[in-house]
């Protein structure tokens, strides 16, 4: 096990467009944490699951976004109708007993 | 809410030195974790040490080691013997579930 491994690195969308964007933690971690980071800030928190159950979904940005772990495997996060304003780096992280992992993030970039 | 503030937005220190990164919180929970995170240029979140609030000992880890002050709600980190690897910003964090990051601090180490 590599550790966290996000999909895209990179992904450029034109503002309207929906994106998703992939993340497998390692496969021990029972948790996952998406976060979203802009430049010049540390990552702001939106939502995790532990296991497949979201406990926390209010601090998603908007009803825009959206994050599923279907099979308390990988999750997924989208974000519907892009916005310039959404361009930033996501970042998952899973965790065990609260010994978090990060993931190297997906850039997006919206045009 | 919980707040993480880190008041120095870069710090710059000699190679070999010692150097201490400042960090407060607030918050009203009574079990948390606190961490400190480095991410260089490549962008990955590497953990550098983690702290458990109920803990009264501080964590070391080799050339890193924290000072936290519960009462105070203060967590730096002292990094002694400063590598030029040491180079990236350096992030707060505090939380359970959902972590809270402060803005970072930028390492400088002059060779």
């Known amino acids: 096990d590599t550790g966290v491994s996000q999909d895209p690195r990179h992904k450029i969308t034109k503002r309207g467009q929906n994106v998703t964007f992939r993340c497998d933690p390692i496969?021990?971690?029972?948790?996952l944490y998406w976060y979203r980071q802009t430049l010049g800030q540390g990552p702001e928190f939106l939502t995790y699951?532990?296991?497949?159950?979201?406990?926390?979904k209010s601090r998603l940005l908007s009803d825009r976004f959206s994050a599923e772990r279907p099979k308390g495997s990988f999750s997924t996060l989208e974000i519907q109708r892009t916005e310039q304003g959404d361009s930033a780096m996501y970042l998952c992280?899973?965790?065990?007993?609260?010994?978090?992992?990060f993931g190297s993030g997906t850039r997006l970039t919206v045009v | 809410a919980q707040t993480v503030t880190q008041s120095q937005p870069e710090m710059s220190v000699q190679e070999a030195e010692t150097v201490t990164l400042s960090c407060t919180y607030d918050?009203?929970?009574?079990?948390?974790?606190l961490f400190w995170y480095k991410q260089p240029p490549s962008r990955q979140m590497i953990l550098v040490i983690r702290q458990e609030a109920y803990k009264q000992q501080n964590a070391t880890e080799n050339r890193f080691s924290v000072n936290f002050q519960k009462a105070a709600k203060s967590f730096s980190l002292k990094i002694s013997d400063s590598q030029l690897g040491d180079a990236a910003m350096y992030f707060c964090a505090q939380g359970s579930d959902g972590l809270t990051f402060g803005k970072g601090t930028h390492l400088i180490i002059q060779p």
């Open positions: 496969s021990e971690h029972n948790r």
């Open positions: 699951f532990q296991n497949e159950a979201q406990l926390e």
């Open positions: 992280a899973s965790s065990f007993n609260y010994g978090y992992t």
């Open positions: 918050t009203s929970e009574s079990d948390y974790y």
